[in-house]
């Protein structure tokens, strides 16, 4: 796990050279005396002035890393501040009771931790990851500890958020998706894990969510959810999980979710994973999405969200059900099967949390048996629909194709288009994309006008695009539909390489 102030020493260390900056006037001697006197006592001392002066504390912090550019006391302040809010974040108050300074450009926005969260802000933009990271963790903190009166994020009519605070949580939420797409990520191993743990404190805002959403925040936490060796995979995965499931409380997220391989992720995490913390999250946030459907919130999110976050849901108080729309629906309909072995798999393992033993019996018996009575060509359908293509069998059923080819030019070839449209779309999954191949083939093989209507489509443009791609399978099952799409005749020539 990584923690914000286990690469501190360093740099509190090699403190500061701050007769330097008194030389050139960069900082006040009232500053200047106020972080000496704090940075020279021990841990006690230091709790005791921040309880008598800790305004004037705050305020000349934020002063310096306001005023001051080089990173040598830029990082020295921020391991201090850091390392107070760690220890007590109850500080936090300090900083959000500094004012905007006078001559700032938006004075008459002041109050409210306008100042802190503006400077913090900032410095996210830093050349080096030590100063993101904690400003980063300063602003988490920051918004976590906002007065009573911001709890809930206030937006003006044209859907800007209206307080200082509002502000910080947008563009901090907007900011941990770029990073976590990053590839590669800023930081090789501190990146990752820092941004998901901060994105999971912000999302438990519920007005953050939408926000994130639009910021593409389904498709940052879908390469998360992955099993490997290690130990900072297991905090990794929590706290990734913890994001899907308090995603799941906004349906729009719910969508993005489906479509983008975060339900295969969940399901892969809740069958591989051995801590029963992460496969309790994963379970939470399948049982969420598979409840029911609508496009609504529930009241269950604000009892499980609490005044302090939602972290209780993966730490035993899950909560109840939450509304989902149709995409999420017709996704889990795709994997019917998948999930019903997940869930009889997940009941060999001797688990005793109650939540757990709960969410689970959930989806043995509520969604496994509806999707039951779905067809093969209603689960083919949905799974097109959802845009998260696999390897189920309606794909590989020859009796399957024969029957049901004619039925991708309904409405206007709608379900053709999704799949062409699946095609090129340069963030789908390997996986997709080779199924995507696959069923552009076998309907050019198994409807008379098939090869044409795919060209028409532009879907052998995409096929032919793909023969580049770095994943061997979508290479080869691009290959195939290549190949079906310029003979006639394939059912033919398929036979004759059978019998050679």
Known sequence: MINPTDD??????????????????????????????????????????????????????????????????????????????????????????????????????????????????????????????????????????????????????????ATPAGVAAVRLSRWLCRELSADPPFHPHRAVPSCVTALASLLSIREVRPVATRAGVARAVAPLLKVTAGPHNVQELYEAGLCAWLLTFHPPACDAMARCGVIRGLMEVAGAAAKEKVVRVATLALRNLAAATGARETRGEEEEAGSDGTRTAADGDGGGVVGVSGVVGVSLAAQELALRKLVQNLRLRDFHDEELLAALADLEDGVLARRKEASSWDRYRAEVTSGALDWTAAHTDEGFWRENASKLTDNNCQLLRMLVAAASDPGAEPRTLAVVCHDLGEFATHYPAGRFLVQDLKGKDCAMRLLAHADDEVRKQALLCTQKLLVQKWQFLGGEVSSA
Request: hydrophobic share 40%; aromatic share 8%.
């Open 8 to 161: 501190l020493r360093e740099v509190l260390e090699r403190g500061a050279r701050w007769n330097a900056l008194l030389t050139s006037r960069l900082v006040t001697d009232e500053d200047l005396q106020a972080i000496q006197r704090y940075e020279l006592r021990d841990e006690d001392a230091r709790a005791d002035m921040m309880d008598e002066e800790g305004d004037a504390c705050a305020r000349a912090f934020l002063n310096v890393l306001s005023d001051v550019s080089q990173t040598e006391y830029v990082q020295y302040v921020l391991a201090l501040i850091t390392r107070m809010l760690s220890d007590d974040k109850t500080r936090a108050s300090h900083f959000l009771a500094v004012e905007k300074k006078k001559d700032d450009d938006d004075k008459g926005k002041g109050g409210g931790g306008g100042e802190a969260y503006a400077v913090f802000l900032r410095l996210l933009a830093a050349p080096d990851w030590f100063t993101r990271e904690k400003a980063m963790f300063c602003l988490t903190r920051l918004i976590d500890q906002r007065p009573a009166r911001d709890k809930r994020l206030r937006f003006s009519e044209d859907g800007e958020p």
